[in-house]
Antibody, heavy 121, light 105 residues
Framework: QLQLQESGPGLVKPSETLSLTCTVS??????????WGWLRQPPGGVPEWIGS???????YYNGSMESRVTVSVDTSKNQFFLNLRSVTAADTAVYYC?????????????WGQGTLVTVSS | IQLTQSPSSLSAYVGDRVTITCRAS??????LAWYQQRPGKAPKLLIY???TLQGGVPSRFSGSGSGTDFTLTISSLQPEDFATYYC????????FGGGTRVEIK
């Protein structure tokens, strides 16, 4: 069964770039049926979708962050990545990677355990 | 589209029947999922396509609805069910409701 694990720095300075890696096990990231996504949840808040990528297919982003976000894939390592540029304190959150299928089956399952990223100087 | 969950929190006893509502600001057919999130854990998929139970999820959980009004029902609340529940719209921009926190009475 698919398992996902986030990794990356837990502290990022304001105006810098937040970079996270999601390592996928139990399946191939190059499978055409899957979308590989990033979501985040601020402390005490609601999950928010950031973006999703399909290997060999389109990448979709949350319009509110699209100008700052890049999601990419490395099939040789079975990993996908999140880069969020010009971060502020408002980007402090638990960041999750998760997988979904194509619309309309775009529920997220499974999720990684999440990693807390704090934006502070 | 906006998803409004009600109530935002509730208190209940073990064994109670609990119903949570998710209302969409416009019709979304049956394109809705429900998640459970325990403190410090990632959300866990319970139901998709409004009423289909995800494998391994206890049968005391059920979902219903279509169009704009959806419900998640727990038929007999168990100690491990005290958590926060979120709805998510499908077939479009992934958007979550504001959550319903279920607490022990």
């Amino acid at each position: 069964q698919l398992q996902l694990q986030e990794s990356g720095p837990g502290l990022v300075k304001p105006s810098e770039t937040l970079s996270l890696t999601c390592t996928v096990s139990g399946g191939s990231i190059s499978g055409s049926s899957y979308y590989w996504g990033w979501l985040r949840q601020p402390p005490g808040g609601v999950p928010e979708w950031i973006g999703s990528i399909n290997y060999g297919g389109p990448t979709y982003y949350n319009g509110s962050m699209e100008s700052r976000v890049t999601v990419s894939v490395d099939t040789s390592k079975n990993q996908f990545f999140l880069n969020l540029r010009s971060v502020t304190a408002a980007d402090t959150a638990v960041y999750y990677c998760a997988t979904s299928l194509v619309n309309p089956d775009n529920w997220f399952n499974p999720w990684g355990q999440g990693t807390l990223v704090t934006v502070s100087s | 589209i906006q998803l409004t969950q009600s109530p935002s929190s509730l208190s209940a006893y073990v064994g109670d029947r609990v119903t949570i509502t998710c209302r969409a600001s416009q019709g979304i057919s049956s394109y809705l999922a429900w998640y459970q999130q325990r403190p410090g854990k990632a959300p866990k998929l319970l139901i998709y396509a409004a009423s289909t139970l995800q494998g391994g999820v206890p049968s005391r959980f059920s979902g219903s609805g279509s169009g704009t009004d959806f419900t998640l029902t727990i038929s007999s609340l168990q100690p491990e069910d005290f958590a926060t529940y979120y709805c998510q719209q499908l077939n479009s921009y992934p958007l979550f409701g504001g959550g319903t926190r279920v607490e022990i009475k």
